[in-house]
């Protein structure tokens, strides 16, 4: 009989391939519409009227760095989380903290262009970005995550 003093992980449980899965899917068009934005990208700035894009133009430098943090960091962490990494806690913090100050940010704005923003949106973006959190802690806590 063989003894191994290494403590065993914990098998991959059949809910982290659908958790994983359907985050890169929602995160991923995070990073597409991120990335559409960004770069003035034609065929998708063409669903906004023109003062909706005026107004997602005109955002700062800074404003663009917080949002690339949320939607990037949501999206590594949910590729983290298929690989089984435990730095998908991380990446999920990082995430969830720039779509919070974001939020705030966006709340505090004056004369924003009718359909340019949509706190209901933003707040299931922020839940879902909890949830994938605690998930993660979780798998963590299992052993799941390594």
Known sequence: ??????????????????????????????????TATVTHWAPYM????????????SFPVWQYVIWAFGVWGALIGSILLLLRSRFAVWAFLISLLAALASMVHGMSLKDVPEGASNPAFAAV????????LAYAWRMTRRGVLR
Do not use: K
Not at 22 to 32: E, S, T
Not at 125 to 132: N, P, R, S, V, W
């Open 1 to 34: 009989m063989s003894e191994t003093l290494e403590p065993q992980a914990a098998g991959t449980p059949w809910h982290l391939w659908v958790v994983g899965i359907l985050a890169v899917l929602w995160n991923g068009f995070g990073a597409f519409d991120y």
């Open 125 to 132: 973006i922020i839940l879902i970005g909890a949830l994938l």
């Open 46 to 57: 063409s669903n906004f009227t023109e003062e909706q894009r005026a107004f997602f133009y």
